[in-house]
């Protein structure tokens, strides 16, 4: 096959490839922060804590990154990760761990790449204010 040829050919593909590849983006765009979910949840009031030393099995298999606590003394768990995907995973182990362990009353909360786990208690403001800090 001739040079041009081939190279007509690549070029070809290559137009063809390239709004495929595009077409699935980059969603680190909507991604939310770890600092600033804290900076928001601190700023609804809600104070801000480390994860606990050791993991517990409240969870499942997911470690909170931190913690965050109502001004009634709500424990919210909050889980910040890479990608949209990887925290739709994660809330639906979230959820079955929940069920097994006997803690259906707390509510997972999923938004973009982030979950928090809302104890029970919360009142519908700080629930709302939640939901907003994580990108609903």
Known sequence: MPRRSRIA??????ALVAPALA???????DLVEEASLRECLADSE???QPPPATAGGGLGNVSPD????????VEVEVVVHGSEQKAMRSA????????????????????RNTIAV?????S??????????LGG
């Open 9 to 14: 050919i690549l070029a070809c593909a290559s």
């Open 66 to 73: 931190f913690t965050a606590v109502t001004a009634e003394g």
């Open 46 to 48: 809600l104070k801000i």
């Open 23 to 29: 077409a699935c983006g980059d969603d680190t765009e």
């Open 92 to 111: 639906a182990d979230i959820r079955g761990a929940l069920v097994s362990f006997g803690a259906p009353a707390s509510e997972v909360l999923q938004r």
């Open 124 to 133: 519908e403001a700080e629930r709302a204010a939640i939901e907003d800090c």
């Open 118 to 122: 809302v104890g029970e208690g919360a």
